[in-house]
């Protein structure tokens, strides 16, 4: 694990580069953050969960913010945009959070007016941040000025109960300027509902984290690549050390409904080989799963 004071180097920004068909993937990074492994493992104990992932003096262990790019020749489509710019110095001290997208955006030689869609999976601020941008004089702004937003309706609509449970998830300016312009399209999928975005790129509805919490589908046409059916599955499974089943977050609002989606999601994307992509791993951003000779849950990079 890499020291928390370590700044990161480019290699950082761009954690990987994949196909899926015709589909070019890129998942570029607003920065590893630092988590409290006991709130990323849940009921987990730490002699088990500190084997695959080391914790700092404070307890937190290394995560990653993965945002991924896919050029679909027809559209360029950015899934997720990070922790983002207007933290608070206080939340922004605990979670060591770095501000690099843009940076990530630049390496990898895309521009931000390139994107022409953005999809939230829900609307916790390390997951939407980056929607929009707060200049130095204070104002904020869209990041992607020429795309259209996509969000659950449903997690606009908690983030505005500001409840005491998760009322610090919940950023506003990430979400209810886009509203108000019109620049958000907000989505009404139901759990286990599947609703297109564009051509070969669609959402699909795994409650448990949030109520809403939409997986990101990416299936290409093309006849190039074995590998054609890509899932950002989100907080579902949030890095490769979370696959066992049982192993879901303190921060899940209905952990019990987590395992249930997740042995829904494992009813497909194991047989029929998935590309997963994950949320919060840094070292590992993309694999496939399969079970190991236990029955479990193991991945295959
Ligand atoms: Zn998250």
Redesign the pocket.
């Known amino acids: 694990m890499q020291h928390p004071s370590e700044r990161p180097n480019s290699s950082d920004l761009i954690r990987g580069r994949t196909t899926v068909g015709d589909f070019e993937l890129t998942i570029l990074s607003d920065g590893w953050y630092l988590g409290d492994g006991g709130a990323m493992f849940g009921v987990v104990p730490k002699p088990l969960w500190e084997k695959r992932a080391l914790a700092d003096d404070q307890n937190r262990v290394l995560l990653g913010l993965n945002t991924v790019v896919v050029r679909t020749g027809r559209h360029t489509v950015a899934i997720e945009t990070g922790i983002g710019n207007k933290l608070s110095p206080k939340l922004r001290d605990i979670y060591a959070a770095k501000a690099q997208l843009p940076h990530a955006f630049a390496a990898a030689g895309i521009r931000p007016e390139e994107i022409d869609i953005v999809i939230n999976s ?1 609307l ?1 601020f ?2 939407c941040g980056w929607n929009t941008t707060q200049t130095p004089d204070g104002r904020v702004v869209p990041t992607f000025p020429n795309a259209r937003y996509f969000a659950h309706r449903g997690e606009v609509e908690h983030g505005h109960l500001q409840l005491e449970r998760d009322a610090i998830s919940y950023i506003s300016d990430n979400y209810d300027p886009l509203v108000g312009s019109g620049q958000m399209t907000l989505l009404d999928t139901r759990p286990g509902e599947t609703t297109p975005i564009v051509p070969g790129i669609s959402v699909e509805c795994f409650p448990g ?1 949030t109520a809403q919490l939409l997986a990101v589908h990416v299936e290409s046409p093309g006849l190039t690549s074995t590998a054609q059916h890509a899932c950002y599955i ?2 579902l499974i ?1 890095t490769s050390a979370h696959l066992d089943i049982t192993w879901v977050m303190g ?1 899940d609002l209905d952990p019990i409904r987590c395992i249930a989606e997740r042995k829904r999601f494992y009813a497909r994307a194991i047989p029929e080989q998935w590309l997963v992509l994950f ?2 791993d840094h070292h590992a951003p993309f694999g496939h799963i399969a079970l190991n000779d236990k029955g479990k849950p193991v991945l295959q990079i």
């Open positions: 829900h916790h390390d997951h984290h989100s907080d949030p921060f949320t919060h």
